[in-house]
Structures are given as C-alpha cells and as structure tokens.
C-alpha cells in the first residue's frame, strides 16, 4: 500500500519546469529551479509537482515525447555551462530570448547550435564514462536514433532507408553514426548531472518532488522504433490501433491522440519488462511518480489507424492488476498517484482498489452533482490528492468567473467566499481544509492568474504548454500571500 508518502497531510504547488523564468526562453535548471525550491521552503510547502521532463517535438507536448526515458535538452541551463567554460559570453548572449511565450520553434532552430558549441569543448572525464555505463540499458538506443533522426532531416523514423528504420540492421552499423551519437549522450549527461542538483537541493530542504509517467509513448520515438514487439504495428511497422478518448460533453468526435497501442499480451508474457525498466528509471528522478490516464490500465479507448477521429473507437480491456502486482513485486519503492480522472468503470475503480494508489480529487469537478465524488465531504479515505485544477483543465480565476446556475450555487454553498476573499483564494483553502493528504494547488492559482496562462487545453493542437512565469513573480506578497493559506489551511 502506497499510504501517505512518508508524510501527512501537506500541501504542494504544481509548477512546470518550463514555466520558470529564464531570459533564454524557456526555464531550466539553473538558479530560478533553486530559488523556486526556496519559496516552497518558505511558504511551508513539502511537494513541487513538475511535468514530464521527456524531450518534446512536433506539438511540443511533453505527453508526446520521443523518448520516454531521457531528459529534455531545453532544461539544460546556459549559464551553467556558460560558467563551465563551455560556451562563450558572446554565444550565451546570443542565446537570449525575451518572449511573451516560450517559442518552441525559435528553440529548436537555435538552441542546439549553443549546445553543440558546449559539445565541442566538453572534456570527458570518470563522471562521464560512470553515467554512460550506467546509463546505457537506455541511453545507447536513444543517441543512435537521435543521430539518425539528424541524418534524416528530423523525419518520421517510418520513412527512413530501410537499413535505419529496421533496428536490428540500423544497430549492426551503428559505428557509422558514432560521432553523432555522442552529442546527444552529452546532453543527456549535462541533463541528469543538473537535474540531480536540483533534486539534491530540494531534499536538502524538505522538499520532495512529484513527477509525471504519460501512459502512451508517440509513435515516432525511439521507444517504438527500437521495440516494435511491444506495440501493435503491421508488417510495414504501421500502427493497426491507436489510442484516444470517446465523444463526450467537451467533444463530439472524441480525442484521437494517435500514439500505437502496446501489444499487452506479449508484454504480459515477459513479465512487463519494458515497464520495470521505465518505473525504474522514475525513481532516479522523482521520489513519487504521477502516471497519467490511469485507467488506461483498467480499459483503454483504442481506434483503426487512420481513422479521421476518435468516434469509431471501442473500449478494450488491459491486464492492470497483473502489471502492478509485478511492479509492486520488482519495483518496491516506487510511490505513485493515480490519474483517476475521465470516464471511471467499476473496474477502474477496483484496480486502484487493489493498487492502493491514492487518486485525484480536482475541486473544478466537484460542483456539477449534489454529492460528487470530488466534493471533500464525500472523501472515505485521506489516502488521495485534492486539486484546485490540473495542467488541462481552465486556471480557477476563470473557472470561478464561469461557472453558473446549479453548479454555481453548489460552489458558494460548499466553499463559502468570504467578504474580500477572491474565489481562487476560497477554493484553495477548501482544498487545504479536506482530509486528502496531499493538497496541490498550480502556481497559476496562487498568482491569481486567468486562462492566458492556462498550460493545455486537451482537443486543441495549438498554444498549448507555453506559460512562463515572469522575473520576479516570487514576491514578498506572494510568498506572505501562499504561505497564509498553508497555514490557514492547517497543512504545515
């Protein structure tokens, strides 16, 4: 039983990586990551909930990464290796970039022209050679396929020569890309020695961090391309099914995500080895791991490749309990929320169950029934995660601006405003006063910030995962301001 974390009733904030300040574009591991750790410190916070740290790419959603078990290059900070003498004043200059919005294409054109220029002056030393040998279970597979992603022009590994898009015959000539290979070995080492920094320091400080598991992997990453067995590709290493939700009240024709469907059934057979070795390498980097679209272990909404959208979908049942039971078995240490949201089957219900993983309660839910299951009065059990709102769902100053009729009644009803109050602030304190053992609230909220800075809206392509917090947002109001309703709220 996953029970309470090693701490009792706490709260934390949910910040992005990315939506930490930086003056080169996109936050990172430098000192704003240090400086966030020392607001949750003073603020009487135990949690900092990021997103995914994977690599992004086309849609720049970390939910679609490349590689589910490297870092994201975009985090490596500049002024670190500016100060190990790895890139000049005049490339860190250059490297600058003050936008409204993190600009992700800007990123990908020139971002990795300053890391290949840090590249060319990096000496190797034990350090380094400890983390390859460590590292190389995953790391070997990740730099090959990146080196050919270059060589290919970043195309879809599908359309690749057939003696690169076929594994075996790409691994058999994989002196050849050698070079290459390389560059991308020492991002992944800056990534994870910067990282490690930045969760050393959080530890050093009481601070524990949450990361995030996306169920599914994009098909055009190294994960699919090297393991084709463990997904339901064709003869021509075509999708046959791809993942997505039904139509409901947000979408008539559903979500079609389009990530390949994993081949559950031969997964089964050798003891879910793909998913001891991605859990595994969790908890190198977080202490509890977030798996989003839980009940995708339960059942799983899968559509025909090439289907236009999601509507001619079907529900399909998954081995759950057999894969966490192995999990529990190989991966002991390994603390976990469930992502229990969307449409939840009794079978959903009974995994978690028999996982013992604490769900989620996001408070925007909880106002639509008379005794909805997110409403705190309706908890049975501390052993879950309350939320104002999530990475998807609209920031509570618009909600609150929004929501009407019944469920309006029901919010002033339940989560009383008082005079003065601003609504995000009573929502907030309503979470605190629950009985969940952890209460997570988005930095957004707490800065009292609309939907120009909401992280995603599910359905829409465009805009999404681009809100940066601006310099100096940690405020001597702000922090008297978070640490108030901690307090207030009885969870220091």
């Not at 029970?3 to 910040?15: E, L, R």
């Not at 574009?25 to 966030?36: H, L």
């Not at 976990?336 to 604490?358: S, W």
């Not at 707490?446 to 405020?475: I, T, V």
Request: charged share 25%.
């Amino acid at each position: 039983m996953h029970d309470n974390f090693g701490f009792k009733h706490k709260s934390g904030i949910f910040m992005a990586v990315s939506s930490l300040p930086s003056d080169y574009g996109i936050g990172s591991f430098g000192k704003e990551a240090f400086e966030f750790i020392d607001f949750l410190k003073k603020t009487g916070q135990k949690v900092w909930q990021v997103l995914p740290l994977n690599p992004t790419a086309y849609g720049d959603s970390p939910y679609q990464s490349p590689a589910s078990l490297a870092g994201n290059p975009y985090f490596i900070d500049l002024e670190i290796l500016f100060s190990k003498g790895l890139i000049t004043k005049e490339e860190l200059d250059f490297s600058r970039h003050d936008t409204e919005r993190i600009d992700y294409g800007w990123l990908f054109e020139n971002r990795y022209k300053i890391l290949r220029a840090a590249y060319s002056r990096f000496t190797k030393d034990g350090l380094y050679v400890d983390f390859l040998n460590k590292n190389s279970y995953w790391l070997e597979d990740y730099a090959l396929f990146m080196a050919l992603k270059e060589v290919n022009n970043y195309c879809q590994w599908s359309s690749w020569a057939e003696d690169q898009k076929d594994y075996k015959k790409a691994i058999s000539q994989k002196a050849k890309y050698e070079d290459k290979m390389d560059f991308w070995r020492f991002l992944q080492f800056e990534f994870f020695t910067q990282w490690q920094a930045v969760l050393d320091y959080a530890h050093q400080n009481g601070v524990v961090i949450v990361g995030d598991m996306p169920i599914y992997v994009a098909y055009d990453s190294v994960d699919v391309w090297s393991d084709t067995q463990a997904f339901l590709l064709d003869e021509n290493f075509n999708p046959t099914l791809v993942a997505g939700c039904p139509p409901d009240g947000f979408s008539i024709d559903g979500q079609l995500w389009g990530n390949p469907i994993y081949n559950w059934e031969k997964m089964e057979q050798d003891g879910f080895k793909w998913w001891i070795k991605r859990t595994s390498h969790s908890l190198k980097m977080y202490d509890i791991l977030r798996i989003d679209h839980f009940r995708g272990f339960a059942g799983y909404y899968c559509v025909k490749f090439g289907e236009p959208t999601a509507r001619n979908g079907w529900w399909q049942p998954c081995v759950g309990k057999a894969l966490f039971k192995v999990i529990r078995e190989k991966v002991p240490a390994l603390k976990v929320i469930a992502e229990d949201l969307g449409l939840i089957t009794p079978d959903v219900v009974e995994l978690l169950k028999e996982t013992g993983y604490p769900g989620m309660k996001p408070l925007q839910f909880a106002f639509y029934d008379d005794d909805s299951e997110f409403l705190p009065r309706e908890y049975t059990t501390d052993n879950c995660v309350v939320y104002t709102g999530t990475h998807d769902s609209d920031a509570t100053v618009t909600w609150a601006e929004n929501v009407e009729g019944a469920a309006r009644e029901r919010f002033l009803k339940e989560c009383p405003i008082e005079d003065g109050q601003a609504p995000v602030d009573a929502l907030i304190l309503f979470a605190h006063r629950s009985r969940a053992n952890l209460s997570m609230v988005p930095m957004i909220d707490y800065m009292h910030l609309d939907n120009s800075a909401r992280m995603n809206c599910p359905g829409f392509a465009e805009g999404n995962w681009a809100w940066q917090a601006k310099k100096g947002y940690l405020s001597d109001a702000l922090i008297s301001r978070v640490y108030t309703l901690t307090k207030d709220g009885g969870r220091l």
